[in-house]
């Protein structure tokens, strides 16, 4: 049953490690650990991703900054608890790590597929030059009756067939794991720079219609 969870939310990246490990949580003594992988787009841009990576995955004492990786797990979500509201966060946990020394195919340095489930309505909208986008919320299951709650964001086609879909709607997504800054205000006067993850979304199937 776990095996077949663990299929339902895969990916892939490669990219190159930018900071050191920072201590997350502990699990029945073993160690959590965040690192930064710095994993480049196509369009000459780069995707900062945040790592979950174990003690007992990689020597989390070594400093590997400018090393690059494969690193293969699944996208994870958890609530942090941030005075009266909750935040999202989310990091690609690693379950395999492969140290690359030479790497050409850049094609493939970043991929996703989440089986899961819509759970808020589509938000569909245009940008002032017109472009379609629309943010979904899927819910992908995992071992012991826990969820992962992925933000994905479609465009064009993709966009306007997403806002056609129902809340409890069962969904195949494929895309790539990206960043992206943005300002939240904090109050009247004050604001702070964050950045969100998600998916971006390359293609999409509606599983029902698919059966």
Not at 175 to 183: A, D, I, K, L
Request: contains cysteine.
């Amino acid at each position: 049953m776990a095996e077949k969870m663990i299929e339902n939310n895969r990916v892939s990246i490669i990219g190159e490690i930018v900071s050191e490990f920072t201590f997350s949580h502990e699990v029945f003594g073993e160690g959590f650990y965040t690192v930064d992988l710095a994993v480049n787009r196509l369009s000459d841009q780069t995707d900062i991703i945040p790592l979950l990576v174990s003690d007992r995955l990689m020597d989390v004492k070594q400093d590997y900054k400018g090393r690059t990786i494969l690193a293969t797990g699944q996208f994870r979500s958890y609530n942090r608890h941030e005075g009266m509201k909750n935040r999202l966060v989310l990091s690609v946990f690693v379950r395999e790590v492969e140290f690359l020394e030479t790497f050409t195919d850049y094609t493939k340095t970043n991929q996703i597929f989440l089986d899961g489930f819509v759970c808020k309505p589509p938000v569909y909208r245009k940008t002032p030059l017109g472009r379609e986008i629309a943010d979904l919320l899927i819910a992908v299951n995992r071992p012991y009756g826990k969820s992962d709650y992925i933000p994905c964001i479609a465009w064009g086609r993709n966009a306007r067939f997403a806002s056609t879909f129902n809340v409890g709607c069962r969904l195949h997504i494929w895309g790539r794991v990206q960043s992206r800054e943005y300002t939240k205000k904090i109050s009247e006067t004050e604001s702070e720079k964050r950045v969100a993850y998600e998916v971006s979304v390359s293609k999409i199937e509606d599983v029902e219609l698919e059966e």
